[in-house]
T-cell receptor, first 115, second 114 residues
Framework: KQEVTQIPAALSVPEGENLVLNCSFT??????LQWFRQDPGKGLTSLLL?????REQTSGRLNASLDKSSGRSTLYIAASQPGDSATYLC??????????????FGQGTILTVHP | NAGVTQTPKFRVLKTGQSMTLLCAQD?????MYWYRQDPGMGLRLIHY???????AKGEVPDGYNVSRLKKQNFLLGLESAAPSQTSVYFC?????????????FGEGSRLTVL
């Protein structure tokens, strides 16, 4: 059974700092890995989707990497802003025949960027 | 585009009452999912559907039923609500059956069972 772990559970940084959020998973047989952002009381917004054959994806100040063999992904946020404050979740999609695209989520990292 | 819409957004039930959560998507997605999110437990899959007329159990299906009579709608039912079902429920949908395919989420439905 896939297990996804995110470290740290919470992170507080000053505005402007570059930061890295970590995600690890136990089963490397994945189709893809997706990073989400969740604001308090809101749904999940997809940030980046990395296919299993890819090493990284970039969108604006965000860069996500994937190392399937070691079961790790990182989300790099450059020049953080107070508006980046949210919970960040990673989720893997299993490659098993009966997975039907089910995602396994980590518990998230709560990010606070203070001015 | 509305994307994925959930109704209602908030609901309070008494133990034993029944209710239905509606998820509607306007993206012609084949796959739809119901998750629940609880503090310290993360998001867990309740049921999912791979197409109109099909449903399947996820990780935590007990106490819930689902139906997918129309491709755009996925209903989650609680026949006899219990306090343990107090949670935030999220619906999600996806287009591609395999490989690539971003998951799109609704805004959530907060359910409290007294």
């Amino acid at each position: 059974k896939q297990e996804v772990t995110q470290i740290p559970a919470a992170l507080s940084v000053p505005e402007g700092e570059n930061l890295v959020l970590n995600c690890s998973f136990t089963d490397s047989a994945i189709y893809n890995l997706q990073w989400f952002r969740q604001d308090p009381g809101k749904g999940l917004t997809s940030l980046l989707l990395i296919q299993s054959s890819q090493r990284e994806q970039t969108s604006g100040r965000l860069n996500a990497s994937l190392d399937k063999s070691s079961g790790r992904s990182t989300l790099y946020i450059a020049a953080s802003q107070p508006g980046d404050s949210a919970t960040y979740l990673c989720a893997t999609r299993g490659a098993g025949g009966t997975s039907y695209g089910k995602l396994t989520f980590g518990q998230g990292t709560i990010l606070t960027v203070h001015p | 585009n509305a994307g994925v819409t959930q109704t209602p957004k908030f609901r309070v039930l008494k133990t034993g009452q029944s209710m239905t959560l509606l998820c509607a998507q306007d993206m012609n997605h084949e796959y739809m999912y119901w998750y629940r999110q609880d503090p310290g437990m993360g998001l867990r899959l309740i049921h999912y559907s791979v197409g109109e007329g099909t449903t399947a159990k996820g990780e935590v299906p007990d106490g819930y039923n689902v139906s997918r009579l129309k491709k755009q709608n996925f209903l989650l039912g609680l026949e006899s609500a219990a306090p343990s079902q107090t949670s935030v429920y999220f619906c999600a949908s996806r287009y591609y059956p395999e490989g690539a395919g971003e998951l799109f989420f609704g805004e959530g439905s907060r359910l409290t069972v007294l």
